[in-house]
């Protein structure tokens, strides 16, 4: 008669199990790898962006690839860019930057997959004041304040780095925003062949004397100071906010 076994257990075999972990850690590290990889299209595009805002047009044209800088001199696409600008400033206001974030959508891009080139659509939501408002807007869509700018960018992945292949922005697509605001500005200030004429007030060059000319400008000094502070400025820059308008 044979003696039972005393004392024994059961194991699984450790080399599977080994393989398994293995297997979940490189699904894993995958998909982390190409989510990272999507997330540069964005981090790109976002930088770009704000080279745009900050009036930086050398530097968001170094984000283009070598074949957009022939068929794009950089004054041509400073030319672009600032009216794109000029619209983001009418539609959001002139602290776009501050007060707005970029919101960006564009087709996931899986490695050997279809090809390199993924295009961008943009709008802009108002950022959130807590920390845990920051956490949900990556997370899902947040509320945008306006529309959504189809196509506004196209990448190419380069090397890995993701290079701006195209760009697609028409005013005239946008003609309700500069219509508006040019009807608003000359609400308020509209040229005239001799001065012009401010919220009521006529200045004509021909009738007025060097000493008025000098209050008038000390007073707009003052009140461009006020308008300033307003808005959230600490610079005069009145040629930047005339250039606001077309």
Do not use: C
Request: zero cysteines; a neutral charge.
């Amino acid at each position: 008669m044979s003696k039972p076994n005393v004392g024994t257990e059961t194991y699984l075999p450790v080399r599977p199990m080994l393989t398994v972990f293995f297997l979940i850690l490189s699904v894993i590290a995958f998909v982390a790898a190409i989510a990272g990889e999507n997330q540069k299209i964005k981090i790109t595009a976002r930088k770009m962006l704000d080279n745009v805002a900050d009036r930086n047009y050398d530097e968001a044209y170094d984000f283009l690839d070598d074949g957009a800088k022939k068929s794009v001199s950089s004054t041509d696409f400073r030319a672009e860019f600032s009216v794109l600008r000029q619209y983001l400033r009418l539609q959001y206001g002139p602290s776009y930057k501050e007060d707005y974030a970029f919101y960006f959508e564009a087709p996931v891009w899986i490695p050997w997959m279809g090809d390199n080139v993924r295009t961008v659509s943009a709008g802009l939501y108002r950022k959130g004041k807590s920390s845990a408002a920051q956490v949900i807007e990556l997370v899902k869509r947040p509320p945008l304040e306006g529309p959504m700018l189809p196509n506004l960018l196209t990448f190419r992945r380069e090397g890995g780095a993701w290079k701006v292949i195209g760009f697609h922005f028409r005013k005239e697509d946008y003609a309700d925003v500069f219509a508006r605001a040019q009807k608003v500005r000359m609400s308020i200030f509209n040229p005239t062949e001799t001065g012009f004429n401010f919220e009521g007030f006529t200045y004509d060059r021909n009738s007025t004397t060097p000493e008025q000319r000098a209050w008038m400008l000390d007073a707009l000094n003052q009140a461009t100071h006020e308008l300033e502070k307003d808005a959230g400025k600490t610079k005069t820059d009145l040629d930047q906010y005339l250039k606001l308008l077309p």
